[in-house]
């Protein structure tokens, strides 16, 4: 299994699991045709997306994956916020259920963010194993078990955030917003920590904020705290060996 990177910032975000043969996509934050193209427009083999708020660097380009008949699966609150059309290919989830979206199996469960009713994923492929999905979210309720791989919001750093407020490059209103809808360093840390690690073999740092975060410094400190290898999620970006073994 491969993951591949094609967005993961405030300006769109984008992530395909993909084999060849299967494909699911998280999010629908970027340009379809960059979509296309990173599967070769072999668009039939994307057996569906998973969409976890409705803010646009996260759902912008839902229209354009229902024109392409890609079902699209969420929550009823982002269903409703994002007034997307009546259709078969329009899924609503619930929480905590599991859905089979061709041979992946995925299970959604509540984040924390500024949104409707946003959603973290629990994801199962028999190559890439049991991946987390969590974006957008300053804490999570759940601790999980059996983890292969994860993909975690590593948003901001409490010094930078702080620091730019002092030096005036950022106001104290989205400071507080920032705060109470992403997670920080120090909380991503901790959340891995909470969490099983003994099968994990990625960490992938996603959505890291321009100018509030330190990627270097973000990769080793994870690192150092899971002895896990950490990568920084970059646009066009591929993991070619995001499997459920090591091997």
């Keep these: 299994m491969e ?3 094609l967005g993961s910032s405030s300006k769109g975000n984008c992530y395909l699991l993909d084999n060849g ?3 699911l996509m998280i999010e629908c934050g970027i340009p379809f045709k960059d979509v296309q193209k ?3 427009f072999g668009i039939s083999r994307i057996a569906g997306v998973i969409i976890s708020h409705e803010h646009g660097d996260h759902a912008k380009h839902a229209g ?5 008949q890609i079902p699209c699966y969420m929550s009823q609150g982002t ?14 989830m619930e929480e905590l259920k599991v859905y089979e979206i061709g041979n992946f199996k995925v299970q ?3 984040t924390q963010h500024d949104a409707k009713e946003p959603f973290g994923f629990l994801i199962y492929h028999k190559e890439c194993g049991m991946v987390l999905f969590a974006t957008d979210t300053y804490y999570l309720h759940y601790t999980f078990h059996g983890l292969n791989n994860i993909l975690i919001e590593c948003n901001y750093r ?12 950022l106001p104290m209103a989205l400071r507080a917003r920032t705060m109470k809808s992403h997670c920080s360093f120090d909380t991503c840390r901790e959340t891995l920590l909470a969490n099983d690690l003994s099968g994990v073999n990625h960490i992938v740092l996603i959505h890291l904020s321009d100018g509030n975060s330190n990627a270097k410094e973000f990769k080793q400190g994870i690192e150092e705290a899971t ?3 950490t990568h920084i999620a970059e646009s066009g970006m591929t993991i070619s060996n995001f499997n459920k073994s090591p091997f």
């Design 3 to 5: 993951l591949k990177i």
């Design 21 to 23: 043969n299967d494909c």
């Design 38 to 40: 990173a599967v070769n």
């Design 64 to 68: 354009k994956c229902l024109e392409a």
């Design 79 to 92: 269903k409703d916020a994002l007034h997307l059309p009546q259709t078969r290919l329009v899924r609503v």
């Design 108 to 110: 959604p469960f509540a």
């Design 158 to 169: 409490q010094d930078i955030l702080d620091a730019n407020v002092e030096a005036g490059k």
């Design 227 to 229: 002895g896990k290898t």
